[in-house]
Protein backbone atom coordinates (compact mmCIF):
# COMPACT_ATOMS: atom_id res chain seq x y z
CA UNK A 1 0.00 0.00 0.00
CA UNK A 2 1.22 3.16 -0.91
CA UNK A 3 1.28 6.31 1.53
CA UNK A 4 -1.75 8.03 -0.04
CA UNK A 5 -3.81 5.09 -0.20
CA UNK A 6 -3.21 4.82 3.63
CA UNK A 7 -3.69 8.55 4.27
CA UNK A 8 -7.23 8.21 2.50
CA UNK A 9 -8.08 5.29 3.86
CA UNK A 10 -7.18 6.76 7.62
CA UNK A 11 -9.25 9.99 6.38
CA UNK A 12 -12.19 7.73 5.65
CA UNK A 13 -12.30 6.02 8.52
CA UNK A 14 -11.79 9.33 10.69
CA UNK A 15 -14.76 10.73 8.89
CA UNK A 16 -17.05 7.49 9.25
CA UNK A 17 -16.21 7.82 13.17
CA UNK A 18 -17.35 11.21 13.24
CA UNK A 19 -20.34 10.94 11.60
CA UNK A 20 -21.43 8.13 13.30
CA UNK A 21 -20.05 9.57 16.25
CA UNK A 22 -22.24 13.58 15.61
CA UNK A 23 -24.75 12.47 13.94
CA UNK A 24 -25.72 8.62 13.88
CA UNK A 25 -25.47 8.35 17.53
CA UNK A 26 -28.58 10.65 18.17
CA UNK A 27 -30.44 7.54 16.44
CA UNK A 28 -31.53 4.48 18.19
CA UNK A 29 -29.22 1.92 17.98
CA UNK A 30 -30.72 -0.51 15.66
CA UNK A 31 -32.02 2.35 13.34
CA UNK A 32 -28.51 3.90 12.96
CA UNK A 33 -26.08 2.18 10.11
CA UNK A 34 -22.80 1.16 11.26
CA UNK A 35 -20.06 3.32 8.78
CA UNK A 36 -17.41 1.77 10.57
CA UNK A 37 -18.60 -1.97 9.99
CA UNK A 38 -19.38 -1.15 6.53
CA UNK A 39 -16.16 0.37 5.56
CA UNK A 40 -14.68 -2.72 6.78
CA UNK A 41 -16.79 -5.30 4.95
CA UNK A 42 -16.09 -3.60 1.69
CA UNK A 43 -12.29 -3.11 2.22
CA UNK A 44 -12.01 -6.75 3.14
CA UNK A 45 -14.21 -7.91 -0.13
CA UNK A 46 -12.27 -5.75 -2.02
CA UNK A 47 -8.59 -6.19 -1.43
CA UNK A 48 -8.89 -9.85 0.99
CA UNK A 49 -7.71 -11.34 3.88
CA UNK A 50 -4.95 -8.78 4.99
CA UNK A 51 -6.72 -5.93 4.40
CA UNK A 52 -9.89 -6.70 5.61
CA UNK A 53 -8.33 -7.97 9.07
CA UNK A 54 -6.44 -4.52 9.31
CA UNK A 55 -9.02 -2.40 8.18
CA UNK A 56 -11.14 -4.63 10.33
CA UNK A 57 -9.00 -4.07 13.44
CA UNK A 58 -8.70 -0.33 12.67
CA UNK A 59 -12.26 0.54 12.72
CA UNK A 60 -12.65 -1.56 15.51
CA UNK A 61 -10.06 0.28 17.71
CA UNK A 62 -12.26 3.46 16.85
CA UNK A 63 -15.09 2.42 17.52
CA UNK A 64 -13.69 1.29 21.05
CA UNK A 65 -12.16 4.92 21.70
CA UNK A 66 -15.61 6.67 20.51
CA UNK A 67 -17.04 4.42 22.74
CA UNK A 68 -18.53 3.74 26.34
CA UNK A 69 -17.27 -0.31 25.87
CA UNK A 70 -14.38 -1.41 27.53
CA UNK A 71 -11.08 -1.28 24.89
CA UNK A 72 -10.69 -4.07 23.06
CA UNK A 73 -14.43 -5.47 22.57
CA UNK A 74 -14.86 -4.06 19.07
CA UNK A 75 -11.18 -3.96 18.09
CA UNK A 76 -11.52 -7.97 18.42
CA UNK A 77 -15.25 -8.33 16.66
CA UNK A 78 -14.44 -5.74 14.13
CA UNK A 79 -11.12 -7.42 13.39
CA UNK A 80 -13.05 -10.94 13.17
CA UNK A 81 -15.46 -9.50 10.54
CA UNK A 82 -12.70 -7.79 8.18
CA UNK A 83 -11.32 -10.80 8.14
CA UNK A 84 -14.17 -13.09 7.17
CA UNK A 85 -15.51 -10.77 4.80
CA UNK A 86 -11.73 -10.45 3.08
CA UNK A 87 -12.08 -14.28 3.14
CA UNK A 88 -14.77 -13.98 0.89
CA UNK A 89 -13.38 -11.82 -1.25
CA UNK A 90 -11.20 -14.77 -2.86
CA UNK A 91 -15.31 -16.42 -3.92
CA UNK A 92 -17.34 -13.88 -5.00
CA UNK A 93 -17.83 -11.62 -8.13
CA UNK A 94 -17.28 -7.94 -6.77
CA UNK A 95 -20.02 -6.93 -9.53
CA UNK A 96 -23.07 -8.32 -8.11
CA UNK A 97 -25.90 -6.57 -7.11
CA UNK A 98 -26.57 -7.30 -3.45
CA UNK A 99 -23.36 -8.86 -2.37
CA UNK A 100 -22.61 -6.34 -0.35
CA UNK A 101 -26.26 -6.29 1.33
CA UNK A 102 -25.89 -9.86 2.03
CA UNK A 103 -22.23 -9.31 3.02
CA UNK A 104 -23.76 -6.59 5.73
CA UNK A 105 -26.25 -8.55 6.91
CA UNK A 106 -23.70 -11.21 7.53
CA UNK A 107 -21.32 -8.97 9.35
CA UNK A 108 -23.96 -7.59 11.37
CA UNK A 109 -24.86 -10.44 12.66
CA UNK A 110 -21.62 -11.80 13.29
CA UNK A 111 -20.25 -8.76 14.88
CA UNK A 112 -23.25 -8.40 17.40
CA UNK A 113 -23.09 -12.57 18.53
CA UNK A 114 -19.11 -12.28 18.52
CA UNK A 115 -19.33 -9.09 20.99
CA UNK A 116 -22.35 -10.72 23.03
CA UNK A 117 -20.21 -13.82 23.14
CA UNK A 118 -16.84 -11.65 24.18
CA UNK A 119 -19.27 -9.84 26.98
CA UNK A 120 -20.91 -12.96 28.17
CA UNK A 121 -17.29 -14.59 28.38
CA UNK A 122 -15.29 -12.03 30.01
CA UNK A 123 -18.36 -11.71 32.86
CA UNK A 124 -18.69 -7.85 32.16
CA UNK A 125 -22.20 -8.01 32.06
CA UNK A 126 -25.03 -10.46 31.80
CA UNK A 127 -25.94 -10.09 28.17
CA UNK A 128 -30.03 -10.14 27.05
CA UNK A 129 -30.11 -12.41 24.03
CA UNK A 130 -33.16 -11.93 22.79
CA UNK A 131 -32.98 -8.24 22.78
CA UNK A 132 -29.54 -8.29 21.02
CA UNK A 133 -30.57 -11.07 18.56
CA UNK A 134 -34.00 -8.82 17.89
CA UNK A 135 -31.27 -5.34 17.67
CA UNK A 136 -28.86 -7.19 15.57
CA UNK A 137 -31.81 -8.31 12.99
CA UNK A 138 -33.07 -4.99 12.78
CA UNK A 139 -29.84 -3.32 12.25
CA UNK A 140 -28.59 -5.74 9.68
CA UNK A 141 -31.58 -4.79 7.76
CA UNK A 142 -30.40 -0.81 7.96
CA UNK A 143 -26.84 -2.06 7.34
CA UNK A 144 -27.73 -3.52 4.08
CA UNK A 145 -29.62 -0.33 2.63
CA UNK A 146 -26.59 1.56 3.15
CA UNK A 147 -23.99 -0.71 2.19
CA UNK A 148 -23.62 -0.31 -1.44
CA UNK A 149 -23.18 3.12 -0.90
CA UNK A 150 -20.55 2.90 1.41
CA UNK A 151 -19.17 0.37 -1.48
CA UNK A 152 -19.24 2.79 -3.34
CA UNK A 153 -17.55 5.56 -1.79
CA UNK A 154 -14.35 2.70 -0.57
CA UNK A 155 -14.21 2.23 -4.41
CA UNK A 156 -13.80 5.94 -5.33
CA UNK A 157 -11.40 5.79 -2.46
CA UNK A 158 -9.43 3.36 -4.13
CA UNK A 159 -9.34 4.64 -7.26
CA UNK A 160 -8.51 8.17 -5.91
CA UNK A 161 -5.59 6.91 -4.57
CA UNK A 162 -4.30 5.18 -7.68
CA UNK A 163 -4.37 8.20 -9.66
CA UNK A 164 -0.56 8.92 -10.69
CA UNK A 165 0.63 12.65 -10.74
CA UNK A 166 -0.06 13.55 -14.11
CA UNK A 167 3.68 15.78 -14.32
CA UNK A 168 5.43 11.93 -13.26
CA UNK A 169 3.53 10.31 -15.93
CA UNK A 170 4.91 13.40 -18.49
CA UNK A 171 8.51 13.26 -17.29
CA UNK A 172 9.00 9.47 -17.50
CA UNK A 173 7.37 10.04 -21.29
CA UNK A 174 10.08 12.93 -21.46
CA UNK A 175 13.53 10.51 -20.54
CA UNK A 176 12.45 7.92 -22.79
Same mark, same amino acid.
Given at each position: MTLMRIALFAVLLGAGAVVDGAW?? *??? *?? #?SPDLLLLIAVAFGLRRGVEAGALVGAAAGYLRDLTGSSPLGIFTLSYLAVGTAAGALAAMVDLGQRYLYAAAAVLATLGLSLISGLVVAATGLTSV???LLLR??? $??? $????L? #????AAVVAWAETVSRRRDPARIVARRAIR
Open positions: LS *RLP *RW #AGWPEAV $AAA $AVNAF #ARPV
